[in-house]
């Protein structure tokens, strides 16, 4: 400290404190606030939430939330709502997942070596993606309503009660409409990937004499499988997320609860019926489910080697 | 021998195109038919369309003022995320700082923080405590700054060659007056790619502003057409016609601007952005 001239030392110790270019810190600075206030306090907040007993007062009253323990998780746990709504979530990614992981994988390789009409292939796929939600439940219910073009096609095969009306058809018949919406994204991704397998590896096959399905799963899936671990990753966010479609598309996760989730749920408890501390709760629940599924999904798809 | 796969990959995948496509198009025919002919032949109808179905959903929910709103909810996370995310990006790739790597793992984390767990917290604060219902900023804030786009513009601004930037210093430029003038004009691309991407996000989303907005003239269109869908639809008398003709009039904006630009949409662009 004594040795070095003042100035220098200064600008080092500033250096030190604040990194070379500290105006970085004010460029960062907006969305650093915007991530506190937005994503890190609310998170905070909705785990402190769910250990109390919060719920709406009039404005500008102070009342007590008193700690109330693992209370809410036990009320949301074993509420025979949300447990159904746990159980249609599995039939969702059970039935969206793999089709999505594997139809994306499949149209990616087809697309990729496309010459003609490429454009066209391709912006039919994505058009979903790009499209609201709500505009495209409009047309899904008016194709699979019990009077629908769906059930005119189908004739006496068509079921009774229709589709979105069924116990057993309402919750796949999202899991397919999830699957034709999201695919788009999904199939860029690994149009992505594709680009970065090396093509020695494909000759390499060639010259061993393989044809072009074992090249897919011997040389494609094991160079794309980084990307298949983030696709079921999103995949499964995406259906842990499900809101809009149970509530558009089958009335209010109807019939009888059949395809209602879990933030279905949390909107009619949390914000409907005023009990925030529970819905609190089973976002938590929700939310160390999906992590739990995710880590093991990522465990097998990255660890088999 | 080499021509059998690629036959069948073609047929398959215009196939595959026409099942995607086919209910884009019979939303459009659905929106232009007087009463709804579900038969088969009743999806290529020859005569009897008509406007009639627009005129029916804009006398219940006020179309051109909903749009509007749309414009604005999305106009709004638009500039937020151009202007701010920007700049987070530049700091993010090219400037040393403290707190950089502590920033960047929580763009990382906020990626893998599912909204659900945010919104009651969110709605309690942002509805019950900053008494914000019913107004633009509350339906923009929790949206305001795309990570997404943040991650996007970081690795394009992170492509540019380490000489441009030392050049620059040498020649005595400052480091904001080198993301001006040095940085920005080469992502032009970038920022198109992270706008398109960040369109679709607010112009789509329902869940949020059907949360924050009660009041009809404050609605973007996908909550008015969806309260449209749940609520008063029964009492229509083409309630599938009106429902499809506003599903086209929310549909119409975001596919056309994605089809005019699509060229953007460049796979390796957005692959980038979301792979890090």
Redesign the interface.
Known sequence: MTTAAPAATKRNRAAGLLGRHPVGMILAAPYAVYLAVIFAYPFGFSVWMSFHDYFFAAPGAVVDHPFVGLDNYKAALTDPAVGQAFKNIVIFLVINVPLTTGLALVLAVALNRVVHARTFLRVSFYVPYVTASVAVVGVWLFLFNSGGLVNSLLGPLAPDPSWLVNEGWAMPVIAFFVTWKQLGFFILLYLAALQNVPNALYEQASVDGANGWQKFWSVTVPAVRSSTALVVILALITGANLFTEPYLLTGGGGPNGASASPVLIMYQRGIQQGEPDFAAALGVILVLGTLVVAYINRRFIEGRD | MRRW?NVV??F???L???I??F??Y??LI?SLQSS?D???K??FPTSGLTLDNYKDINERVDLLGSLVNSGIFTGGVLLGTVV??T??G???AR??????GV?FA??LL?Q??????????????IV?GY?LADNYLGMI??F??NTTA?FVFRQFFLQLPDDLFAAARLDGA???RI?WSVALPLVRPALLTAVLLTF?GP??E??WPF?VTKDADLQPL??S??NY??NVSARAANP?GA??A???V??AP??AL??AF?RQ?I??D???G??G
């Open positions: 796969p990959r073609y398959l995948l215009f595959g195109a026409l995607f496509l209910p884009f019979y939303m659905g709804p579900t038969s088969v009743g999806a701010f995310g700049v987070a530049y700091a993010l400037l040393q700082w403290r707190g950089r920033l929580l763009v906020v893998v923080i599912p909204f659900q767990l945010l919104l009651i917290p969110l709605y309690v604060l019950r008494g804030l929790p305001a700054i943040v400052g480091e904001v993301l679709i112009w789509n329902f869940l949360l996908a909550v057409l969806a869908i749940s599938f429902i499809l506003g599903a086209c929310l549909a975001a596919v994605f089809i699509q949409f796979s390796s957005i692959g980038s979301v792979k």
